[in-house]
T-cell receptor, first 115, second 117 residues
Framework: AQSVTQPDIHITVSEGASLELRCNYS??????LFWYVQSPGQGLQLLLK??????LVQGIKGFEAEFKRSQSSFNLRKPSVHWSDAAEYFCAVLESGGSNYKLTFGKGTLLTVNP | GAVVSQHPSRVICKSGTSVKIECRSLDFQATTMFWYRQFPKQSLMLMATSNEGSKATYEQGVEKDKFLINHASLTLSTLTVTSAHPEDSSFYICSARSGQGRNQPQHFGDGTRLSIL
């Protein structure tokens, strides 16, 4: 089975500072990778995804992520964090499950933004 | 964009009752729907996958008789927690996809907070 590791359970940054959230995956073939954001009591919103091509992908809300096959990583970055970015962030990989493709999520990283 | 509506958003009920959660795709046909369970401060755990008109496929360790899933139409799937007990309290999230290709996006509902007293 595939797996996704988010090493940081909780990260605190100051507003305006840069952000990097780490994600490592285990997948035999070319992975389809995703980053989702979840506000408290809400569902998941897709920030960005990587399927193929350019390894640096741009997403919504000023986020970007870089796929590095050699490091099995897909880290999420933002140059300047806003207070509204405080939320839980999940990295996910799409894997084949019988007749369906299904998402496997990491445990998430909680982002706190200090004023 | 594609919208998935989940209802109710919150439900509180007594132990022993059954609770039904609805998941609707509002502007697309959801050939595949997924049900997840999320414990506090933890990740989403896939419970089951259902294709329209077929029986749901449950993940290992999920009791199919306890968590009944129906996907009778291309816009509606329901999860019924039967004879709910306090340990079933959790945040349940549905997700829907149109088509089965790897490139098909998966859209999430806003979740249902289930509290069993």
């Amino acid at each position: 089975a595939q797996s996704v590791t988010q090493p940081d359970i909780h990260i605190t940054v100051s507003e305006g500072a840069s952000l990097e959230l780490r994600c490592n995956y285990s997948y035999g073939a070319t992975p389809y990778l995703f980053w989702y954001v979840q506000s408290p009591g809400q569902g998941l919103q897709l920030l960005l995804k990587y399927f193929s091509g350019d390894t640096l992908v741009q997403g919504i809300k000023g986020f970007e992520a870089e796929f590095k096959r050699s490091q099995s990583s897909f880290n999420l970055r933002k140059p300047s964090v806003h207070w509204s970015d405080a939320a839980e962030y999940f990295c996910a990989v799409l894997e084949s499950g019988g007749s369906n493709y299904k998402l496997t999520f990491g445990k998430g990283t909680l982002l706190t933004v200090n004023p | 964009g594609a919208v998935v509506s989940q209802h109710p958003s919150r439900v509180i009920c007594k132990s022993g009752t059954s609770v039904k959660i609805e998941c609707r795709s509002l502007d697309f046909q959801a050939t595949t729907m997924f049900w997840y369970r999320q414990f506090p401060k933890q990740s989403l755990m896939l419970m089951a996958t259902s294709n329209e008109g077929s029986k749901a496929t449950y993940e290992q360790g999920v009791e199919k008789d306890k968590f009944l899933i129906n996907h009778a139409s291309l816009t509606l799937s329901t999860l019924t927690v039967t004879s709910a007990h306090p340990e079933d309290s959790s945040f349940y999230i549905c997700s829907a996809r149109s088509g089965q290709g790897r490139n098909q996006p998966q859209h999430f509902g806003d979740g249902t907070r289930l509290s069993i007293l």
